[in-house]
């Protein structure tokens, strides 16, 4: 196993996979706090639609991405303040019809293309230096912004209008978030795909959930818990030659589960069902 | 009508609402500092859009509303810190993941503005709102573990922890006990006396604040009464608001039908 650990392949996977579940699992107690998780799915889907149409027109993948997931979020966060639709909704609509745009220009490439398929179920063992830059640049930027406006993001999760009346400009950190999701999908598509990202983004912060009554606790063991995964994750696809992006996962949701069972909420729960 | 006093809120022919829907209609009314004004109606008769006019949530459609010295024609936000906001209950999340002092920290945040880290003036801060609401001993519980009165409390203390001039609480007493009720009323009324803090109390329950305010405001679209409670709880003017909802006993005593039951 330490011999795995002497490839330079190896060390960038691990960098890229501890940048990109610490990145996820930070955003993610603000995106599952403010109810924002079916965004991060509606997102991903999104941007590889983006990745795809680049494929096709021999464009710059990523840049496509971000435009996509961009243009998805906004498009999400202008409907549900205008009241016009649920957010459900129209995220669902966005969805599925970003994902049909990506089959659509799947359908349209000439060649089978393998790279656009590492995008969908992702490969950070052949991350390769360029893109760890790309990916290293962005969490910085993203984490950067989450902690410069932490106080407002944590007020607008906890009670947007609240916010808004004691004079934080609510709406702006709002689009700022969305902003900030959309940009950690794009980063993270290369290592855990389209699908599972959204898993990296809730997974962590919900399993914290089960686990503390702070928000600054919440913030660290989710980010703990995301870096761990994600290093252990791709320790055991190197190791047992499995798919990183589903090691990963599967092992982020052992122990979510693990929590939601041993967890004080639980309990407390259960007790004030008993006396009612 | 003359009062040597400035009006801290104003209202000027005032209008509220959306195309189409109008909340509140033709309010003129003046509110005074160190005023404790309970705000009456039916339901959705205006009063939670009376509360998100001052708050700086609602331009006017038609008229003016001036806060402090500002025309809030325009929605600003630099003066929103000076008014503290209890919201319904059910609009926040009771069991969202936030110690009690996390969540009065809060409401230093607009206060603060962008880019300052809270410090330790603010926590000193946070914690004397707390001791004034007497919850300093729970800092550090889990805010979804207290009693719906606790919570109450708590929130208070969010607002009282932006230093606010006005304190509005809208249905502060909404889901509690009978003694939970008395005893966040006490409150409001302490708060009142003891930090001469000018207060914007919405409720349904006459009978629980006719006694403590200095005017009673009685809405249902336009303003119908703002003048001491003796003056607005009379039949002939509570009738035209609330029809055949108001019953008045022999002891004088007015009920009007509690329509948070009828859900």
Known sequence: MLDLLAYDFMQRSLLAAAMVGGLCSVIGVFVVLRGLAFVGAGTSHAAFAGVTLGYLMGWPPLLLAIVFGLATVWITGWVEERGRMKLDVSIGILYTATMALGILFIGLMKNYNAEVYGYLFGSVLSVTPEELSVIGALTVLVLGLLLLFSKELYFIAFDQEMAEASGVPARQIFFLLLTLVALTVVVSLKTVGAILVFAMILIPASTAYQLTHSLATLTLYSATIGIFTSIVGVLISAFWDVPSGPAIVLLATTIFFIAVFFSPKRERRTRLVHTH | ?263
């Open chain 2, 1 to 263: 009508m003359l009062d040597p006093r400035e009006p801290i809120i104003r209202f000027e022919h005032a209008s509220f609402g959306f195309p189409g829907l109008i909340a509140l209609k033709d309010i003129s009314l003046a509110i005074y500092d160190g005023e404790f004004v309970g705000v009456i109606g039916p339901n959705g008769s205006g009063k939670t859009t009376l509360c998100r006019a001052v708050l700086g949530l609602l331009a006017p459609v038609e008229g003016h509303l001036h806060i402090f010295d500002c025309a809030c024609n325009e929605l600003r936000c630099h003066h929103r810190a000076k008014i503290g906001y209890l919201p319904q209950k059910g609009v926040v999340d009771r069991n969202f993941p936030v110690t009690v002092l996390e969540t009065v920290m809060m409401g230093r945040y607009g206060a603060l503005g962008l880019f300052k880290r809270p410090g330790k003036k603010d926590r000193d801060i946070a914690q004397e709102a707390l001791a004034q609401v007497g919850m300093a001993s729970h800092k550090n519980h889990a805010l979804g573990q207290l009693s719906g009165g606790q919570q109450q409390r708590v929130f208070i203390a969010r607002a009282l922890a932006q230093q606010p001039k006005v304190l509005i609480l809208d249905e502060p007493t909404t889901g509690l006990d009978i003694t939970a009720q008395h005893n966040v009323i006490e409150l409001v009324q302490q708060l009142h006396d003891e930090l001469k803090l000018t207060v914007l109390l919405i409720t349904h329950d006459i009978n629980m604040i006719r006694s403590r305010v200095d005017r009673l405001v009685l809405l249902k679209t336009r303003l119908f009464a703002a003048a001491p409670p003796a003056e607005v709880l009379k039949p002939e003017i509570l009738h035209q608001v609330y029809g055949k909802d108001l019953v008045i006993t022999e002891k004088d005593l007015v009920i009007v039908e509690d329509y948070h039951h009828h859900h």
